[in-house]
């Protein structure tokens, strides 16, 4: 066994096998080492419930650094793209991998907007939910009866169909989402416009009425897109790696995106949003919050700090550090400065961020702590939350769904587990039980 420095040695301490394993350099971050011999030379799965050490896959979209609380898109610092790009420029990057020249954004956004439109049929399917039927239930639903309609475009063996797909995910989900806000206020669908940008559009889908004309506001358009940014990609999350895992089956993309949406919902995951503004609502006022933190350190109260923790940060959110900004200016030009529940949330953070039991759990604000308080701002409800969310990061779902599909080895994902149940029994009759 020669000391390769490019591989770790393993030795069963129960019979002295001994295996290398080889390591996979990373661009940068964490190197990893290929386990994928394991089991076949050794006769062990290796175990990590959470996969809290595990890389599912390789991926060269986003990296983040959960230690110095760093996020990049492609190389690109979150921060940069915040300050000096939009939505759409970005969506093209993930999908493309490089920023896009003037004419390439121009092509790209045209093809997006010529795309967001529904099939009228899918009108009849909205009707079908009640009016109380969270917009997540509906979006859900609805994204997975897209293959009915799409048949030109669910050959994801074809490169020039999974484009197609991803072009029609993304434009088509701010349609959705408007629809679903429509139909549970009981008023009409509003149509895209396509000279509105992809956040006007979404702003006028979702608040535009027969009856009067809708102004949109260039401080909430600018805000969500913005936000929008910030909320494209996060490397294998738990939404992201349920879309790369039925994807591996070979599912067609608008299933795959719908099973992202499920996920997604989850209050541990991008549920979190609608949660956090349900905390602070509950919370109420700021002599409560010792009350709500002593729940939240309590082991047998379920209760968690929502908007707060995260699997990989464990500094500060780089996009919670930029949502936080970004209300301060929001809620000031909208001219909603002084929200008790924003400054509840300020205290509710500075508090936490003093007290031990977070400090030393590193447990900072995510960025589902203040991305709430913006949509509210602008008018969104709070049942819509996780929606725009989704919208966003369907952009890295399709991205991430693309780059695997893509790949020639790509190959089903299929975990193994560390069987815990009965040892072989044989079936017992009924008259003989107990
Ligand atoms: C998103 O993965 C991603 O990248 C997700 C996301 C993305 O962009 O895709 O970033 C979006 O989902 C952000 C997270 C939104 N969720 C929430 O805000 C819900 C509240 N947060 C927690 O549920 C929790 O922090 C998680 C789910 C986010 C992370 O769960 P982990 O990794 O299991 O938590 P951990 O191992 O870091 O916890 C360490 C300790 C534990 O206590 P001990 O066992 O050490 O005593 O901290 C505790 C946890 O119980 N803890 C919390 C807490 N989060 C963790 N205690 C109180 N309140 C919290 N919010």
Redesign the pocket.
């Known amino acids: 066994m020669g000391n390769d420095k490019d591989s770790i040695t393993v030795i069963d301490n129960r019979n002295g096998r001994q295996i290398e394993l080889p390591i996979r350099k990373a661009a940068q971050g964490p190197d990893a080492v290929d386990i994928g011999r394991f089991f076949h030379e050794l006769g062990y799965f290796t175990y990590d419930p959470?996969f809290l050490s595990t890389a599912s896959c390789h991926s060269a979209l986003t990296y983040l650094d959960g230690t110095q609380g760093m996020l990049q898109y492609r190389g690109y610092p979150i921060e940069q793209l915040a300050e000096h790009s939009n939505f759409l420029e970005v969506a093209h990057l993930m999908l493309y991998g490089e920023l896009p020249s003037r004419e390439e954004l121009d092509k790209f956004s045209g093809i997006i907007t010529h795309h967001s439109m529904l099939n009228e049929a899918l009108k009849g399917f909205f009707r079908g939910f009640y009016h109380d039927a969270h917009p997540m239930a509906i979006m859900v639903g609805v994204v997975g009866s897209l293959s009915a309609f799409y048949h030109d475009s669910t050959d994801i063996s074809n490169p020039r169909h999974r484009e197609i797909a991803a072009h029609r995910m993304i434009a088509k989900m701010p349609s959705i989402a408007a629809a679903s806000y429509k139909h549970s206020v009981g008023e009409p669908q509003v149509y895209p416009d396509n000279s509105l940008s992809y956040t006007g559009n979404l702003l006028n889908m979702m608040f535009a009425v027969p009856c009067e004309t809708y102004e949109i506001d260039p401080v909430a358009e600018k805000a969500l897109d913005l936000i929008f940014i910030l909320?494209i990609d996060?490397?294998q999350?738990?939404?992201?790696s349920t879309v790369r895992l039925a994807g591996s089956s070979g599912a067609n993309p608008f299933a795959c995106i719908a099973s992202g949406i499920a996920a997604l919902w989850g209050?541990?995951?991008?549920g979190?949003n609608e949660?956090?503004l349900n905390m602070l609502d509950q919370i109420g006022d700021v002599k409560n919050i010792p009350a709500f933190l002593d729940r939240?350190?309590d082991?047998h109260d379920p209760f968690?700090?929502?908007?707060?923790?995260?699997?990989?940060y464990k500094n500060y959110?780089p996009r919670a550090r930029i949502i936080r900004q970004m209300c301060h200016d929001v809620l000031a030009r909208l001219g909603d400065a002084s929200d008790p529940m924003f400054e509840l949330a300020l205290r509710l953070e500075e508090i936490a961020l003093n007290d031990d039991y977070f400090i030393q759990?590193k447990?900072y604000p995510?960025?589902?702590?203040y991305s709430g308080l913006i949509y509210k701002a602008l008018g969104i409800p709070t049942n819509m939350f996780t929606v725009m969310f989704a919208i966003a990061?369907t952009v890295g779902w399709v991205a991430q769904w693309m780059e695997m599909i893509g790949e020639h080895d790509q190959r089903i994902g299929r975990p193994r587990q560390l069987y815990v149940g009965h040892r072989q029994r044989d079936y017992v009759p009924i008259e003989q039980r107990g």
Do not use: C, Q, Y
């Not at 968690?304 to 990989?312: A, E, I, K, Q």
């Open positions: 959470g909320h996060h490397e999350n738990a939404s992201t209050p541990a995951h991008g979190a949660a956090v939240a350190k082991r968690r700090l929502m908007g707060f923790g995260h699997r990989v959110d759990r447990l995510n960025v589902d702590f990061r």
